[in-house]
């Protein structure tokens, strides 16, 4: 029977990881795979979530299940964290589901999607994350995309982007990236968001926000700003947390579907149909993640100790990103790559061509996606120079 199965190419990103390990050139600098690295290239598990997880497991006396829609500290204290203290002023009106990550919000999210609204279709971002694309079109659903970003102004194409959504017919849904947008590291402003949340509650459209990188952008407040915005316009909307990246938590698969709904009795079907569908799916989601972030969140010590500590992982991004800029412009002649510098979160994108991409990797053993886009993160002050003479060498620079 399964010599029928056709052979799967390597992924494009954890493809990358893979010829980078299998490397053994000293100079090699990898700026593919979206994970937070400090100094020496290592990812580290923030101090506040050490101690927690130290303290739970002495005193953790059970392993049992939970329910479906996973632990309830949890899930209160990450849609406090993403929505503000009065839950963007309709605490009664949100339904939560805990999923393994960020990639399991999403697709609990479509799945909900698929039974309430089975005509929809799902508009996402020119370009947007890799993975959006085949985690909700394996839902079933058909995918569109909305005009987002200029490769040559390297700037949104913000009045494209909102006639599109004028056109759209109500309930069309909308995928949005919170902060931080991956790829291109390119996001809105406030002013821009308050035309994209007015444009959603006029034309009846449903806003499904991923946000998978708060506190890495600007702050914990600014980077979930634009949630709690449209959520005190729009009657409905969804929510996808991931606290991979600002927890350091990448392998234990902790996220959260947050759902706004119009009252609180739809909120409690919503939490119901929620459970139906995890249990579906992966009957229960991992609890360890859960109970460290939950831990972190309900303890003002830890929870002190890691905002400390992730306001310092984004001061450092930012810092790499002027230094990256810095180098780029000395290896090509004064050319501009201030942009670079007005992007947040740990990516941006090259104007790079697969091929370029393909002579990074083979000649200068620098690593970055098909693309172009690189992890910030994966930049120091020990390789910036020979990444930024290797980028300038590809595009063709003495």
Not at 345 to 351: A, N, P, T, V, W
Not at 364 to 384: K, L, Q
């Amino acid at each position: 029977m399964f010599e029928t199965l056709p052979r799967v190419p390597d992924d494009p990103i954890l493809g990358i990881s893979a010829a980078f390990k299998r490397d053994t050139t000293p100079l090699k600098v990898d700026l593919g795979v979206g994970v937070y690295k400090d100094d020496q290239g290592n990812t580290p598990v923030p101090a506040a979530v050490r101690r927690a997880e130290a303290e739970i497991i002495a005193a953790q006396k059970t392993k049992t299940y939970l329910t479906p829609v996973g632990n309830p500290g949890f899930n209160a204290q990450v849609a406090e964290l993403v929505a503000g203290t009065d839950l963007a002023g309709r605490k009664g009106d949100w339904a939560t589901a805990q999923a393994p990550g960020g990639s399991g919000a999403l697709r609990l999210g479509a799945e909900l999607l698929r039974l309430s609204s089975p005509g929809s279709k799902i508009h996402v971002s020119d370009p947007t994350w890799a993975n959006h694309v085949p985690l909700l079109g394996s839902a079933g659903f058909q995918l569109e995309r909305y005009p987002y970003y200029s490769a040559t102004r390297h700037a949104v194409e913000f009045e494209r982007m909102l006639a599109h959504l004028e056109a759209l017919p109500a309930s069309a849904v909308v995928l949005l990236h919170a902060c931080c947008h991956n790829p291109t590291g390119q996001d809105l402003g406030m002013t821009q968001w308050e035309a994209i949340a007015d444009v959603c509650a006029r034309r009846g459209l449903l806003p499904f926000v991923d946000i998978a990188y708060q506190g890495l952008g600007d702050d914990l407040e600014r980077d979930a700003a634009s949630i709690r915005l449209i959520a005190r316009q729009v009657p409905e909307m969804l929510v996808a947390v991931s606290c991979s990246k600002n927890f350091g938590l990448y392998r234990e698969r902790t996220g959260l579907l947050m759902v706004l709904t119009s009252s609180t009795e739809r909120a409690a079907i919503a939490t119901g149909q929620l459970g139906r569908l995890a249990r579906t799916i992966w009957s229960m989601p991992p609890d360890h993640g859960a109970a460290l972030v939950d831990r972190v969140l309900s303890q003002p010590e830890l929870r002190r100790s890691w905002s400390d500590e992730l306001a310092t992982m984004a001061a450092r991004i930012n810092g790499l990103r002027q230094l990256l800029a810095d180098a780029l412009v000395a290896r090509t002649h004064g050319t501009d790559f201030s942009w670079i510098t007005r992007q947040r979160g740990m990516f941006s994108r090259l104007d790079l061509t697969p091929a370029m991409v393909d002579t990074l990797r083979e000649q200068h053993h620098v690593y970055c996606a098909p693309d172009g886009r690189i992890n910030i993160a994966g930049v120091s002050a020990g390789n910036v120079g020979h990444v930024a003479a290797s980028v300038a060498a590809v595009l063709g620079y003495a």
